[in-house]
Nanobody
């Protein structure tokens, strides 16, 4: 059974940092592309960052480039999203997602709030 569980969210002041984790089970994060998305209140879901099986580094949306870093730990079967210099507009529910044999799998989401 494929399962994705996000953690590490919370409330942070502008300019602060958070690290989100996505713990995976039922498959290996090292053999599947892993993506972080987010959805702000009243807005559609947007792609944030992706790490593919052939890359050591990620690909990022312009809105987070230079501030966010996606990575994975194959031994822990976990994908991370390090978020630095957070801005109020980064406030959203963050989801991790993967595709396995044509089926999309999503985590339950984790709230990130950037506010003073």
């Amino acid at each position: 059974q494929v399962l994705l569980v996000e953690s590490g969210g919370g409330l942070v002041q502008p300019g602060g940092s958070l690290r989100l984790s996505c713990d995976a089970s039922g498959f290996s994060v090292g053999t599947n592309p892993m993506t972080w998305h987010r959805q702000a209140a009243g807005k559609g879901r947007e792609w944030v960052a992706i790490i593919t099986t052939s890359q050591a580094s990620g690909i990022y949306a312009d809105s987070v480039k230079g501030r966010f870093t996606i990575s994975r730990d194959n031994a822990k079967n976990t994908v991370y999203l390090q978020m630095n210099n957070l801005k109020p507009e980064d406030t959203a529910i963050y989801y991790c997602q993967t595709i396995i044999r044509g089926t999309n799998y999503w985590g339950q989401g984790i709230q990130v709030t950037v506010s003073s």
